[in-house]
């Protein structure tokens, strides 16, 4: 269900700052041509942290009845209290989405321990299975690969795998290795989560996903064992990211890496949605305090593009 390609998908704003749901369709379509094999709804790469919980609602049912079962949907549930995180997850409409993506707690800096125990929590809380997601650049505290396997260990039904962001290639592999090695050790206990025949067992069970979250060491990951990519890029580049995760096509990535550093030259999302503005598909809108990408990038994303 989870595995391949997944597409962190942006939020479309218009010039008064409201949702621009016109755009959003328009975007969707791009991602139902058959080359994105999930998407990500509400993460980091969507603003969500700018949303009220209205605005929030309405997009992931807005997305939910536009994907009407076509590719599944993981859906961007964190933060930084735990008892909030857990109380949303009780309350909120999950109907269509297959999991949530959870953010390690940003600007408190837990500890190991912390993270542990807020995980083991969410997912207890979780109605639906849970993909971790480690992003220190952004959160300010890394997941080390012994705390993953803790939390997994602690909770195997509900906790699917991991979106690994640190870019920490050595890090990545060590958690890999760590779960494969789980995994053959313990094969009738694990999540019968249905995933790509890489991370599988021989009964068909499956262990821990370790998924790219970083477009630019995407091959490497999965070359490693990883299970695919969760993608900004290919929020404007769904086949040839589909062909980098599918096709594990690392000439195809090289050929991304300017893209890529420019997309992330000013923060997330503010260069994927100069592409997308550039290409036609949304206006170049973010919230407050993020800001359209400079005229600079701009040019230089321009001359990229052609």
């Known amino acids: ?122 997912a207890e809380a979780s109605p639906i299975p849970v993909l971790l997601y480690n992003v220190p650049g952004r959160t300010g505290v890394n997941l080390l690969p012994e705390t993953v396997m803790r939390i997994y260990e602690a909770q195997p039904d509900k906790i699917l795998g991991i979106k690994e962001a640190s870019g920490n290639i050595e890090q990545i592999k060590r958690l890999i290795k760590m779960s494969t090695e ?33 477009d630019g060491i995407a091959c490497e990951v999965m070359e490693a064992g990883g299970a695919g990519l969760i993608s900004v890029a290919s929020n404007a580049f769904p086949e040839d990211f589909w062909h980098i995760v599918h096709d594990k096509d690392a000439a195809l990535q090289a050929k991304f890496d300017e893209m890529v550093k420019l997309l992330f030259a000013e923060g997330n999302p503010v260069g994927i949605k100069a592409v997308l503005a550039q290409k036609g598909i949304i206006q170049n809108y973010l919230r407050l305090p993020l800001v359209p990408a400079s005229e600079e990038l701009k040019e230089r994303i321009k001359k990229e593009l052609a």
């Open 182 to 214: 789980y995994r053959v050790q313990n094969t009738d206990q694990i999540s019968p989560y249905s995933v790509s025949e890489a991370v599988c067992t021989p009964s068909g069970k499956a262990g821990l996903l370790v998924i790219s979250g970083d």
């Open 1 to 122: 269900m989870i595995k391949g390609l997944g597409t962190a998908l942006i939020t479309p704003f218009d010039a008064n700052g409201k949702v621009d749901y016109e755009a959003l369709a328009r975007l969707l379509d791009t991602q139902l041509t058959g080359f994105v094999d999930y998407l990500v709804v509400l993460g980091t790469t969507g603003e969500a942290a700018t949303m009220t919980e209205k605005e929030r609602a309405e997009v992931r049912t807005f997305i939910r009845q536009y994907v009407n079962g076509r590719i599944p949907l993981v859906l961007g549930v964190g933060g930084n209290c735990t008892a909030v995180v857990c109380e949303s997850l009780k309350t909120i409409d999950l109907r269509g989405y297959e999991a949530i993506l959870s953010v390690c707690p940003y600007y408190n800096k837990p500890n190991q321990e912390g993270l542990y125990q807020h995980f083991c929590a969410v």
